[in-house]
Nanobody
Framework: QVQVVESGGGLVQPGGSLRLSCAAS????????MGWYRQAPGKEREFVAT?????????RESVKGRFTISGNNAKNTVTVALQMNGLKPEDTAVYYC?????????WGRGTQVTVSS
C-alpha cells in the first residue's frame, strides 16, 4: 500500500511564490512515478508537472518557466516538491500529488493554493 501526503498550500498574492511538498511511502516506490495535478472550482482535474520514465521533468505549457518539480529517492520513501513562482490567479486550485505505479494511481488528499490580492 502506498501513502501520499501533500503539504505547503496557502494564500499568496499574484506574482508570489509557494512551495508544495509531497511525501510518498511504499515498497518499491520511485520518483519517476510521481507527479502533480490540480483542480480548480468547476473544472476537471488537470496535469501540472511530472517526471518522465527517464526521470526528466515535464510540465503543462501554462506553468513552464514558473514551476519546478524536484524529487528525492530513499528506501521505500519518495519526496517531491513543486516550487511555484510568478503565481497567477488562474493557478488557484487544489493541488494533488500522485504516485503512478504499473497497477494503479495513488492520490493524496490535496492542498489548497489560492492566488489573490
Amino acid at each position: 500500500q502506498v501513502q501520499v501526503v501533500e503539504s505547503g498550500g496557502g494564500l499568496v498574492q499574484p506574482g508570489g511564490s509557494l512551495r508544495l511538498s509531497c511525501a510518498a511511502s511504499g515498497s518499491g516506490i520511485s520518483v519517476n512515478g510521481m507527479g502533480w495535478y490540480r483542480q480548480a472550482p468547476g473544472k476537471e482535474r488537470e496535469f501540472v508537472a511530472t517526471f518522465t520514465g527517464t526521470g526528466n521533468p515535464y510540465y503543462r505549457e501554462s506553468v513552464k518557466g514558473r514551476f519546478t518539480i524536484s524529487g528525492n529517492n530513499a528506501k521505500n520513501t519518495v519526496t517531491v516538491a513543486l516550487q511555484m513562482n510568478g503565481l497567477k490567479p488562474e493557478d488557484t486550485a487544489v493541488y494533488y500529488c500522485v504516485y503512478s505505479s504499473t497497477q494503479k494511481d495513488y492520490w493524496g488528499r490535496g492542498t489548497q493554493v489560492t492566488v489573490s490580492s
